[in-house]
């Protein structure tokens, strides 16, 4: 053990937590370094590419609280905004093997805040906030004979990963990468895995560009017997389960959720900013930004829990299970929550 990770040890034994007092010990650390912190889970941006005019791709230094990711998983990340943190999930896209350095892409959306944000301020030396990583978007541990990648637009970073990953374990099968973009310009990653395919013969690789005349997914654009990941718009998704049901799929697209006949009467309260509301139609995320707030949140579809905050009272309906639950004091995702009556959030 080098003296770094025994210090880290020390530091991060949870006597010497006690010791310093209420606050923690990384409270102290970092205002030594940022990143120093040993529980809590930090990067340093070491480096800063953009593949395309709406990307930024960024190399990160994670501490030693990092613990690591499956191929397809998330994290999420925190970025400080006008003294803001404001918190998205996104996905690497190194081997899960090689995490020394981590690797993110991120695509700009219109009207979004912190793809913008990071597209235009990401700079060496930037601080990022990591949470443990998540999600079941990932390959079975007995990968499966024949493999299939298939992603829309920002939906390679997951697929890019699992196929560093399958190379980097000499997977023998065959892969099929098959990348969709609006444009030949907003191809992501073409250079790095036609390098990989022409190092690797069971590698086939296939950029399509849909606005510019490229074939949209149909049958027969993969074999039936691979396994297939697919990751993109829902258009893709629904149209790769048409040929492939058993397809393993994950969108970044929030789903419209239909709440139209959802609205009860009542009062929203939004107790710790003191804001009331009549409700109205629409998601408690929904309803807190239409009164001004600006509540923490990630994905807008339930997957990330960035928006998970108390209901002090009331009941509320999820409207992705229509499940109704009226418990006080109780964590809620307020993005896939509407209220059924009066409702007390701690907000
Ligand atoms: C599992 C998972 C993995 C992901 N991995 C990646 C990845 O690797 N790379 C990547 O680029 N993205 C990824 N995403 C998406 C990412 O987390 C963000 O959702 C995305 O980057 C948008 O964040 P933003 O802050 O730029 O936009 P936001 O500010 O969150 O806005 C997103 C959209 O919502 C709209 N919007 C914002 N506020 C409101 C409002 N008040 N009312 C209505 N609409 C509003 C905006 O106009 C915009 O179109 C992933 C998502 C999931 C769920």
Redesign the pocket.
Known sequence: MNARTLNRRLLGSRLVDSLVGPHGIDRYLELIRPTLTVFDARARVVAVEHQTER?VTLTIDPNGAFTGFRAGQ?VKVGVEIDGVR?T????P?ISEYDVRLLE?????????????YLRSHARPGMTLHLSDAA?S?VMPAERPDRVALVSGG?GV??VIAMLRTLVSEGYTGQIDFIHYGRRAADWLYKPAVEAIASAHPNVRVRYVATREGGERFSAGTLSRDAQVFVCGPPELIDAVRLEHPDAVA???T?PTLDVSDEAASGTVRFLRSDVSREIAPGTLL?QA?ASGLSPE?????G??HGCTCTKQAGAVKNVLTGEVSAEEYEEIRICISVPVGDVALQL
């Open positions: 990307t998330f404001r998205r999930t996104y996905s896209t993110l892409t991120i695509t700009v959306r219109e009207g979004g805040v912190v793809g913008s999600g978007f920002s970073t997951p994950e969108t970044f929030p929904e930004e949140h990630g994905c807008r579809m997957i990330c």
